[in-house]
């Protein structure tokens, strides 16, 4: 069967997808806790288990010593809270990735959906919520810019007055997501620059930007105080993001320059290894988005 990509999990939703699964998929216990420190706010995105079970997911991730599960619908915020964990990025109407903030007939929709989710998704402490740009569609990256500022200033008192962050995410249009107009990351900041408001930011993606523009490093660097939420996935194929030879713990590595090697061959890894130590004092999720090697707990 072909592997269910994210647009199809974000479009269907989370319980309509998980209902037409079929029940190959297993939940083992993890062996242990693969987060011992905690000094970072790991998370792991919720589409890329979605065949395993939702209480079995949650209970394994809480065993492995991870505080989070990223991108769940407005039905699971309160699951995961039975088992200590919350939602580190929820779904909540804030459009699609074909249809964004970029086309001004959008916007309605979105502000009805978010003056409705976001007070939720603050008594349930979701930190934030997600929102996309949109295809280009033929548009100008100019009147695209107008309507995406337009749209996001309409909703951001509302996120504000609840402390709840509206997070547009930046995706490539090279091989996952043709059309996407939010493809670079100086589309996306200048227009958070613009909007000017402490509760609405990017999510950056390391996976999508390497594609897109590499410069990982100097980009976070840079444009830190407009990411909101980092995402990992290794180039190509959306697989880890660990050093060839090297021990990881939790998904990211314990000696970051201990392989020279992959300091050339895998830029996503040194990104990675960047993000641990920023992550010691950003305090932002940073969730592992990245295709598993089996539907299990053992493979996360």
Same mark, same amino acid.
């Given at each position: ?251 990211? @590595? ?28 950003? @305090? ?17």
């Amino acid at each position: 069967m072909d592997p269910i990509t994210r647009r199809e999990a974000l479009t269907a939703g989370t319980a309509a997808f998980l209902a037409g699964m079929p029940n190959g998929a297993t939940a083992a216990q993890p062996a242990g806790r693969a987060v011992t420190k905690g000094r970072l706010k790991q998370s792991v995105s919720r589409w890329c288990y979605a065949k395993i079970p939702m209480p079995e997911f949650c209970q394994a991730v809480a065993g492995m010593g991870l505080t989070a599960i990223d991108l769940l619908d407005e039905p699971d915020w309160s699951v995961v809270r039975d088992f200590g964990l919350v939602c580190s990025m929820g779904n909540a109407g804030g459009g699609t990735i074909r249809d964004g903030l970029n086309v001004k007939a959008n916007h309605d929709a979105i502000v009805r959906n978010f003056e409705k989710s976001i007070p939720k998704a603050k008594s349930l402490q979701v930190p934030n919520v997600i929102t996309f740009f949109g295809n280009r569609k033929g548009m100008t990256d100019e009147e695209a810019t107008a309507n995406c500022i337009e749209g996001l200033n309409r909703v951001k008192g509302i996120a504000e007055a609840n402390g709840v962050t509206i997070c547009v995410e930046l995706l490539n249009s090279k091989v996952d997501h043709k059309d996407y107009q939010g493809d670079r990351s100086k589309f996306g900041v200048d227009i958070v620059k613009a909007v000017g408001s402490p509760r609405v930011k990017l999510l950056y993606d390391i996976y999508h930007m390497q594609i897109m523009e590499g410069d990982l490093i100097r980009t976070i660097r840079d444009n830190h105080e407009y990411f909101a939420h980092f995402h990992t996935g290794g180039v190509p194929g959306r697989s880890g993001v660990r050093g060839p030879s090297c021990r990881a713990r939790g998904g990211m @590595p314990t000696r970051p320059y201990s392989c020279s090697r992959s300091r050339i061959r895998n830029p996503i890894w040194i990104a990675a290894t960047w993000l641990y130590v920023l992550g010691s004092w950003l @305090p932002v999720y940073m969730p592992c988005e990245m295709w598993p090697s089996a539907q299990t707990i053992e493979s996360a």
